[in-house]
């Protein structure tokens, strides 16, 4: 993995979750299929393999780039401006 120039920019320290699952979707009754976190402000929210696709959203509406698994184990992360892991 390599580093961007997103990542660069990003604050540290990294910031805390917000919460520990997708908030839009427990206000819509749907279930996240995995988590992401938002490196730019924390939140969490669900992958685009769940129905309503909420990090994608975010990054959309934001403009936030960076986000890392939020599952036990992973500490990857995804670029949605590159649209590569970084």
């Known amino acids: 993995m390599s580093e961007c120039t997103h990542v660069a920019e990003l604050p540290r320290p990294e910031p805390a979750p917000l919460s520990d699952t997708c908030q839009e979707c427990l206000a819509a009754g749907s279930h996240p299929v995995q988590l992401r976190k938002c490196l730019s402000c924390g939140l969490v929210a669900c ?37 590569r892991i970084v």
Do not use: I, L, N, Q
Request: glycine residues 8%.
């Open 47 to 83: 992958c685009d393999s769940s129905p309503h696709r909420h990090a994608t959203r975010h990054y959309k509406d934001t403009g936030h780039p960076v986000m890392r698994s939020f599952e036990p184990g992973e500490s990857w992360r995804w670029c949605y401006a590159d649209g």
